[in-house]
Each structure stands twice: as C-alpha cells, then as structure tokens.
C-alpha cells in the first residue's frame, strides 16, 4: 500500500517545477482512426525532442491503451485507492513515448471509477497523482471521451486544450457538431480545437471554415484551426509495422502534416501551460 501522506508532500515538490501542455482530444471516427492519430502525434512530439506522455482516461477496451501491453502496469484509480504505487504507471514504448491509463477496461474497474467519483479524496488523491504524472512530461497527450452527464473523469481535462477530430465525411462532421454542442451546453463558452483527418488541406480548412461559422453562430463557441492529416496508406504500413509514420516513412505526405502539427502543439498558446492540482 502507498503511504498518502508521504505522496503528497512529494507531489507539491514536483508540481513546483514547468507546467506541461495538456490536450484531450474527441473524435467523432471510428476508434482505429483515432487510434492511429494519437499514436502518430504522440511518436511525431517525441521526435521533436518532447518528452510525452500519452493518456487513456477511458475504461473501454477501445481506448489507445489497447494498442500495447499495459497489463502488468498500475491504473491512476489503482493509485487513487492505494492498490498501487505511481512508480508503475508508466510504460514506455518503442515508439518513443510513455504510456498510462486511467482504469482497466473492466465493469469492475468501472464500478471503481464511478464510486471513486462520488468521493472527494479519491478524487483529490487521483487529480493528485495525475498531475504528479503530467509533471514528468513536457507534452501530455489524453484520449479521451464525454461520459455520464457529459462529464470528464478529471477536471484537469477540463482545463486542457480540447480538441475535437473529425473527417471530411458528412456523417463525421454532423458527429463532431454534436461533440461541439454538448462541450459547449456542459462547459460554456471553453475556446475548442479541431484537427481534420483523411482530407486535404483544403478539403480540411473549408471543414473547419462551416463548422466554425455555424458554432459561432448558434452556440456562442469558438473553434480554433489545429490543423490537418491527409489519408496516407503509409500509416497503416507503419502501425502493422509497429512504428509511427515519421519515424518508418519521414517523408509521406502524413508524416510531414503530423511534423507540422506537433510543432503547433508544442507552441499552442489557446489555453498555453496549465494549472495542475497541488
């Protein structure tokens, strides 16, 4: 069993050091779409000299975190209840990032969760023990997903840089809309990114160009341009391959939209550094 106590103390010493960014990000495709953009932006950070973490704060077994072998590593809940130490958190993966995950991907470790939630100190312990983990990286890339009551399982997801995906396909940008819409009923006017996949460059910008126009009009919400990733066969070659794109095939189309869109990441400035729990 972890010692709280002494835990605390030592998180308020490493939450006095540089603030990470922090982004959670939506989609409105298909898990494997969104899957493969994570893994991708999160590899393409770390080749730019970012030390990342990638975070799975859902409790489907869709999440990122089913890409690797994560079995023998702690849960930030496990940490929460003092199952586990935060030492086992994180894995590091071939790829050039670390990785971690909020629960299991199991009805009990939901049950967990949602009991968790209804208490204050799991909550502390676990707002805790996520920006204890933050604090360890310059870049914290979260996949993450609306839940009950259009809620976040923590509120440092809140504060982060929101970023919605979406495609060029009709029927994902009426997802995404919706996304922007409950974002926008459950956390008022919180400034929102979108990232546009499998499109061109302008397929992408006349995508974000509509929906901007129509959250702006209708609910008060302003969007902010990411950026975009045109479809590229060479992702897929490089995921069967167990690489990122950048790193098997430096100069596909996708990996050079994934370079520019971690340099953007790294100097977003929408929400900038942020406040983690101390």
């Known amino acids: 069993m972890a010692d709280y106590s002494d835990q605390a103390e030592g998180l308020r010493r490493m939450l006095a050091g540089p603030r990470p960014r922090i982004f959670t990000f939506l989609s409105a495709l298909p898990e494997r779409e969104k899957n493969a953009m994570l893994v991708n932006l999160s590899g393409s950070l770390a080749a730019s000299g970012s030390e990342v973490l990638l975070f799975d704060a859902r409790t489907s077994a869709v999440g990122v975190a089913s890409q690797f072998d994560l079995l023998h590593r702690a849960t930030l809940l496990e940490v929460a209840r003092q199952e586990q130490t935060g030492v086992s958190l994180v894995q590091n993966v071939p790829q050039g990032f670390g990785v971690a995950r909020l629960a299991h991907a199991t009805q009990q470790a939901r049950s967990r969760l949602q009991t968790a939630q209804q208490q204050p100190l799991q909550m502390r312990r676990m707002e805790h023990a996520f920006g204890a983990l933050a604090k360890q990286s310059d870049i914290v890339v979260i996949d993450g997903e609306l839940g009950k009551d259009d809620a976040f399982p923590l509120q440092i997801m809140i504060d982060s840089e929101i970023v919605v995906q979406v495609s060029n396909s009709a029927g994902a940008i009426k997802d995404a809309y919706t996304l922007v819409k409950r974002l926008s009923i459950r956390f008022g006017r919180h400034p929102l ?86």
């Open 193 to 278: 990114s979108v990232l546009v996949t499998g499109a061109n460059e302008r397929e992408a910008q006349l995508v974000y160009d509509n929906m901007a126009r129509v959250a702006s009009r209708y609910l008060a919400t302003q969007l902010h341009f990411l950026g975009s990733v045109p479809a590229d066969e060479h992702v897929g070659r490089a995921t069967r391959l167990g690489r990122t794109v950048v790193d098997a095939f430096p100069l596909a189309g996708a990996s050079i939209a994934f370079r520019r869109l971690a340099g953007r990441c790294a100097t977003s400035s929408s929400l900038g550094s942020l406040r983690l729990a101390g």
